[in-house]
C-alpha cells in the first residue's frame, strides 16, 4: 500500500525487537514441551506478554520465568564456562558460541526489557524488591512451624507470587520438596546426571590452577 521502500523502513528498525521476543516465547514453548515429557503434567507456563500496561516487578519475573528461562540459561553458560577451559587445558580451538551465548542472554534480559513503565524509580524499587526477597529468611523454622490437618511442609510454606512476604529461601525449599512425588526412577536418573556434572568440574578445576 505504501511501496517498497516504506515497508522496508518500517519493518527493518522491528527486527530486533520482534527477534528478542520470539527467541523468549520460543524458549517458554520448548520449557513447556519439555516439562510435560518429563512429568506428564501439562501446567501453564508463561509466554513474557503481559499487559502492554501493567508493570511487573523483578520478583515476578523469578517467580514466572526461573524455571523454564533464568536456570537453563545459567546452566548454558556454566556448559560454556566447562567448554572453554577444557578447551585451553588442551590447547584446543574455542568456538564462540555466539547464537548460543546470546540466546541465553536475551532469556535472562527479555522480561525487563519488555516490562512497561521502565523509570527509574521503577528499576530501583523493582531491584530493591528483589533484594529482600532474596536475603529474606523465614520467620518460623519449617520443623518448628505450626501445620494444618492433612498439609504437607510445601503447603504451607510462604512461597507464592502473590505472597509479599514469601522468600527465596522458601520457594527453593517448596520446589525440592515437590520433587518427591516424582517417580524414583526419575530421580535416580536426575542424581546420577547430576553425580557425572560433579565429576565433570571437579575434573576441570585443576586445569585453572
Known amino acids: 500500500e505504501y511501496g517498497p521502500l516504506e515497508g522496508?523502513?518500517?519493518?527493518?528498525?522491528?527486527?530486533?525487537?520482534?527477534?528478542?521476543?520470539?527467541?523468549?516465547?520460543?524458549?517458554?514453548?520448548?520449557?513447556?514441551?519439555?516439562?510435560?515429557?518429563?512429568?506428564?503434567?501439562?501446567?501453564?507456563?508463561?509466554?513474557g506478554r503481559p499487559n502492554a500496561n501493567t508493570h511487573y516487578s523483578w520478583r515476578d519475573c523469578y517467580f514466572v520465568h526461573s524455571t523454564s528461562h533464568y536456570y537453563p540459561a545459567f546452566?548454558?553458560?556454566?556448559?560454556?564456562?566447562?567448554?572453554?577451559?577444557?578447551?585451553e587445558s588442551y590447547g584446543f580451538d574455542k568456538l564462540p558460541m555466539l547464537v548460543v551465548m546470546s540466546s541465553c542472554g536475551l532469556w535472562l534480559v527479555a522480561p525487563i526489557l519488555f516490562c512497561p513503565q521502565p523509570t527509574v524509580k521503577t528499576i530501583?524499587?523493582?531491584?530493591?524488591?528483589?533484594?529482600?526477597?532474596?536475603?529474606?529468611?523465614?520467620?518460623?523454622?519449617?520443623?518448628?512451624?505450626?501445620?494444618?490437618?492433612?498439609?504437607?511442609?510445601?503447603?504451607v510454606l510462604k512461597a507464592s507470587i502473590k505472597n509479599p512476604r514469601a522468600t527465596l529461601y522458601e520457594v527453593w525449599?517448596?520446589?525440592?520438596?515437590?520433587?518427591?512425588?516424582?517417580?524414583?526412577?526419575q530421580r535416580l536418573v536426575v542424581l546420577i546426571a547430576s553425580l557425572i556434572k560433579l565429576c565433570i568440574v571437579v575434573s576441570v578445576l585443576p586445569t585453572t590452577m
Open 124 to 155: 530501583i524499587k523493582d531491584l530493591n524488591e528483589f533484594w529482600q526477597f532474596c536475603i529474606a529468611y523465614p520467620d518460623v523454622s519449617s520443623r518448628t512451624m505450626q501445620r494444618e490437618k492433612n498439609k504437607n511442609t510445601e503447603d
Open 8 to 47: 522496508i523502513l518500517r519493518f527493518v528498525p522491528s527486527v530486533p525487537g520482534c527477534m528478542t521476543m520470539f527467541t523468549f516465547i520460543n524458549k517458554s514453548i520448548s520449557s513447556a514441551v519439555s516439562e510435560t515429557i518429563s512429568t506428564g503434567k501439562a501446567e501453564y507456563v508463561s509466554t
Open 173 to 185: 525449599l517448596q520446589r525440592e520438596l515437590k520433587k518427591k512425588n516424582t517417580p524414583v526412577s
Open 75 to 87: 546452566q548454558v553458560c556454566f556448559a560454556y564456562c566447562v567448554y572453554y577451559l577444557l578447551a
